[in-house]
């Protein structure tokens, strides 16, 4: 079985400011894809950005970085510089040669003006 | 233009009635999705089919029957809607294994 932990329900940043949100998973599989998504108040579900297990390279998408720990089986995301439209709940999820991903609980993330 | 399309966007209905919803993508994805939202924002898998093949079939209740005419459609059929079914389903679409899903928009289903 995999699992996908997200141990913060909420959290919130200054704008202009750095947040970093957490995530934890769990799997048997030696190969496996990570990914983070953001799911804004309009209900739409939008791929942030992507991790191949296999690569040491932390991905980054712009504001968007990961740090993907693979030994300790970390994946948090950190939002740089963040803008008002980085409202909203994101998901961190796991994708195994199972052929489906389990997705975390989600983390609502406010950005204050 | 629309990557993946879901019609409705929201549905209300009955307990006990049939409904479905329908999912086109236009990307030339091989795999197809739907997975379910609850009210906690909970995502869980549901189906999953590649080129026509249901390849996976969570424990869902058999009221619900998925049904893929060809690669680039998905559709959801439910039979007896019960008040636990309302929730918001997304169809989902991936090119390979592990890139990624485009969602649709998402269909609020409504049952009371």
């Known amino acids: 079985a995999q699992t996908v932990t997200q141990s913060q329900p909420e959290m919130s940043v200054q704008e202009a400011e750095t947040v970093t949100l957490s995530c934890t998973y769990d799997?048997?599989?030696?190969?496996?894809?990570l990914f983070w998504y953001k799911q804004p108040p309009s209900r739409q579900m939008i791929l942030v950005i992507r991790q191949e297990a296999y690569k040491q390279q932390n991905a980054t998408e712009n504001r968007f970085s990961v740090n993907f720990q693979k030994a300790a089986k970390s994946f948090s995301l950190k939002i740089s510089d963040s803008q008002l439209g980085d409202a909203a709940m994101y998901f961190c999820a796991l994708y195994t040669n199972a052929g489906k991903s389990t997705f975390g609980d989600g983390t609502t993330l406010t950005v204050k003006p | 233009d629309t990557a993946v399309s879901q019609t409705p966007k929201y549905l209300v209905t009955q307990m006990g009635n049939d409904k479905s919803i329908k999912c086109e993508q236009n990307l030339g994805h091989d795999t197809m999705y739907w997975y379910k939202q609850d009210s906690k924002k909970f995502l869980k898998i549901m189906f999953s089919?590649?080129?026509?093949?249901?390849?996976i079939n969570e424990t869902v209740p058999n009221r619900f029957s998925p049904k893929s005419p060809d690669k680039a459609h998905l559709n959801l059929h439910i039979n007896s809607l019960e008040l636990g079914d309302s929730a918001v389903y997304f169809c989902a679409s991936s090119l390979l294994p592990g890139g990624g899903y485009t969602f649709g928009s998402g269909t609020r289903l409504t049952v009371v």
């Open positions: 089919y590649n080129n026509k093949e249901l390849i």
């Open positions: 799997t048997s599989e030696s190969d496996y894809y």
